[in-house]
């Protein structure tokens, strides 16, 4: 499958701890970008990252989010403390060189206790 | 003023019409244009993708841009009750990250 990869597809989390989302580009794309889409409503840009570096992060609320995207394996989502409001679908999608079309991930749908 | 606009519907349509989705954009930097499908609890899947003024057309499926007005559609020939699902207009500035609108919910009548 050379699709975009996440896991876990589901993820269960109680108040306070962390939780962390992968997500694999699809093969070829070097370029990754996170998205949030909270209980009906759209979905908001979070961060993007190329191998190493973070591009732009303007989507990322400024405590208890973290992203990276290392040289080698997935990149990670980060989410520490966890709080009740963080209960979304988190998609990943990714896009290579020149080509800016991106392609999405089946998400992580992440429920806070 | 939302920087991306769709009517959330839902806009129902009989089998084999045409439907026709709307999208405003406020940036007139924003260079990409991209429809985005997404059923419900899952991920979006990309549709269709324009650059340039003017149609382009895949199958059942035409986007149409007007940067003038800011305007940017999707037309769907033949629509199928397999078509119901949320639209989503995303709009690249050149940052590269989309900004989507609240999409529009389709539903076609068998």
């Known amino acids: 499958n050379a699709g975009v990869m996440q896991n876990p597809r589901h993820l269960v989390r109680r108040r306070g701890q962390e939780a962390r989302l992968r997500c694999s580009p699809m093969k070829g794309h070097s370029h990754v970008y996170w998205y949030r889409q909270l209980p009906e409503e759209g979905l908001k840009f979070m961060v993007y990252?190329?191998?190493?570096?973070?591009?732009?992060e303007s989507g990322m609320p400024k405590e208890r989010f973290s992203a990276e995207f290392p040289k080698e394996g997935p990149s990670i989502l980060r989410i520490q403390q966890v709080v009740r409001g963080d209960s979304a679908a988190y998609f990943c999608a990714s896009s290579g060189g020149v080509q800016e079309t991106q392609y999405f991930g089946p998400g992580t749908r992440l429920l806070v206790l | 003023q939302k920087e991306v606009e769709q009517n959330s519907g839902p806009l129902s349509v009989p089998e084999g019409a045409i439907a026709s989705l709307n999208c405003t954009y406020s940036d007139r930097g924003s260079q990409s244009f991209f429809w985005y499908r997404q059923y419900s609890g899952k991920s979006p899947e990309l549709i269709m993708f324009i650059y340039s003024n003017g149609d382009k057309e895949d199958g059942r499926f035409t986007a149409q841009l007007n940067k003038a007005s800011q305007y940017v559609s999707l037309l769907i020939r033949d629509s199928q009750p397999s078509d119901s699902a949320t639209y989503l207009c995303?709009?690249?500035?050149?940052?590269?990250?989309?900004?989507f609108g609240s999409g529009t919910r389709l539903q076609v009548q068998p």
């Open positions: 995303a709009v690249d500035t050149g940052r590269r990250a989309l900004t």
């Open positions: 990252l190329q191998k190493e570096n973070i591009i732009d």
